[in-house]
Nanobody
Framework: VQLQASGGGLVQPGGSLRLSCAAS????????MGWYRQAPGKQRELVAG???????NYADSVKGRFTISRDNAKNTVYLQMNSLKAEDTAVYYC??????????????WGKGTQVTVSS
Protein backbone atom coordinates (compact mmCIF):
# COMPACT_ATOMS: atom_id res chain seq x y z
CA VAL A 1 0.00 0.00 0.00
CA GLN A 2 1.24 3.47 -0.80
CA LEU A 3 -0.01 7.04 -0.87
CA GLN A 4 0.89 9.34 -3.75
CA ALA A 5 0.32 13.06 -3.29
CA SER A 6 0.29 15.66 -6.03
CA GLY A 7 -0.80 19.22 -6.73
CA GLY A 8 1.68 21.31 -4.81
CA GLY A 9 3.50 24.27 -6.27
CA LEU A 10 4.15 27.99 -6.12
CA VAL A 11 1.17 30.33 -5.83
CA GLN A 12 0.71 34.00 -5.04
CA PRO A 13 -1.00 35.13 -1.85
CA GLY A 14 -4.74 34.94 -2.29
CA GLY A 15 -4.46 32.17 -4.83
CA SER A 16 -5.69 28.60 -4.80
CA LEU A 17 -4.28 25.10 -5.09
CA ARG A 18 -5.83 21.67 -4.99
CA LEU A 19 -3.91 18.76 -3.53
CA SER A 20 -4.74 15.15 -4.31
CA CYS A 21 -3.60 11.95 -2.64
CA ALA A 22 -4.38 8.53 -4.06
CA ALA A 23 -3.98 5.30 -2.14
CA SER A 24 -3.03 2.22 -4.11
CA UNK A 25 -2.19 -1.39 -3.46
CA UNK A 26 -3.93 -4.27 -1.75
CA UNK A 27 -6.56 -2.18 0.02
CA UNK A 28 -9.50 -3.67 1.85
CA UNK A 29 -10.82 -0.49 3.40
CA UNK A 30 -9.78 3.05 4.29
CA UNK A 31 -10.92 4.71 7.48
CA UNK A 32 -9.80 8.24 8.36
CA MET A 33 -7.83 10.28 5.83
CA GLY A 34 -6.18 13.63 6.33
CA TRP A 35 -3.66 16.25 5.45
CA TYR A 36 -0.82 17.45 7.63
CA ARG A 37 1.81 20.08 7.00
CA GLN A 38 5.25 20.92 8.26
CA ALA A 39 6.84 24.32 7.84
CA PRO A 40 10.60 24.83 8.26
CA GLY A 41 11.54 24.77 11.92
CA LYS A 42 8.07 23.74 13.04
CA GLN A 43 6.39 20.53 14.05
CA ARG A 44 4.08 18.68 11.73
CA GLU A 45 0.49 19.75 12.33
CA LEU A 46 -2.93 18.50 11.31
CA VAL A 47 -4.53 20.65 8.63
CA ALA A 48 -7.73 18.74 7.97
CA GLY A 49 -9.20 15.30 8.44
CA UNK A 50 -12.13 13.35 7.05
CA UNK A 51 -13.72 10.12 8.20
CA UNK A 52 -14.97 7.34 5.95
CA UNK A 53 -18.48 8.74 6.40
CA UNK A 54 -17.44 12.24 5.40
CA UNK A 55 -17.22 14.01 8.74
CA UNK A 56 -14.54 16.67 8.64
CA ASN A 57 -12.39 18.67 11.02
CA TYR A 58 -10.00 21.54 10.39
CA ALA A 59 -7.21 23.43 12.07
CA ASP A 60 -8.45 26.84 13.20
CA SER A 61 -5.92 28.53 10.94
CA VAL A 62 -7.49 27.10 7.77
CA LYS A 63 -11.20 27.08 8.61
CA GLY A 64 -13.23 28.81 5.93
CA ARG A 65 -10.34 28.68 3.44
CA PHE A 66 -9.54 24.97 3.01
CA THR A 67 -11.91 22.14 2.16
CA ILE A 68 -11.12 18.45 2.51
CA SER A 69 -13.04 15.85 0.53
CA ARG A 70 -12.64 12.24 -0.57
CA ASP A 71 -13.69 9.94 -3.34
CA ASN A 72 -14.01 6.49 -1.82
CA ALA A 73 -14.37 4.82 -5.21
CA LYS A 74 -10.96 6.21 -6.19
CA ASN A 75 -9.34 5.84 -2.74
CA THR A 76 -8.41 9.50 -3.03
CA VAL A 77 -8.48 12.45 -0.66
CA TYR A 78 -8.38 16.07 -1.79
CA LEU A 79 -7.54 19.39 -0.18
CA GLN A 80 -8.88 22.50 -1.86
CA MET A 81 -6.92 25.48 -0.58
CA ASN A 82 -8.26 28.98 -1.25
CA SER A 83 -7.17 32.43 -0.10
CA LEU A 84 -3.69 31.12 0.49
CA LYS A 85 -1.36 33.03 2.79
CA ALA A 86 2.39 33.07 3.17
CA GLU A 87 2.02 31.21 6.45
CA ASP A 88 0.46 28.28 4.57
CA THR A 89 3.88 27.60 3.04
CA ALA A 90 4.92 24.10 4.06
CA VAL A 91 5.37 20.54 2.93
CA TYR A 92 1.95 18.91 2.92
CA TYR A 93 1.60 15.23 3.75
CA CYS A 94 -1.39 13.01 3.25
CA UNK A 95 -2.27 10.40 5.82
CA UNK A 96 -4.63 7.46 5.83
CA UNK A 97 -5.63 4.63 8.13
CA UNK A 98 -5.82 1.62 5.85
CA UNK A 99 -6.75 -2.00 6.26
CA UNK A 100 -5.13 -4.09 3.56
CA UNK A 101 -5.73 -7.69 2.57
CA UNK A 102 -2.28 -8.68 3.80
CA UNK A 103 -1.55 -6.69 6.96
CA UNK A 104 -3.29 -5.47 10.08
CA UNK A 105 -4.80 -1.94 9.93
CA UNK A 106 -2.17 0.74 10.14
CA UNK A 107 -1.37 4.34 9.37
CA UNK A 108 0.26 5.31 6.08
CA TRP A 109 1.94 8.54 4.98
CA GLY A 110 2.55 10.03 1.57
CA LYS A 111 5.95 11.51 0.72
CA GLY A 112 4.82 15.11 0.87
CA THR A 113 4.29 17.86 -1.63
CA GLN A 114 5.68 21.39 -1.33
CA VAL A 115 3.30 24.33 -1.22
CA THR A 116 4.91 27.76 -1.45
CA VAL A 117 2.86 30.94 -1.16
CA SER A 118 4.87 33.93 -2.26
CA SER A 119 4.64 36.97 -4.46
Amino acid sequence: VQLQASGGGLVQPGGSLRLSCAASGSIFSINDMGWYRQAPGKQRELVAGITSRGSTNYADSVKGRFTISRDNAKNTVYLQMNSLKAEDTAVYYCNAHIRSFTTTPREYWGKGTQVTVSS
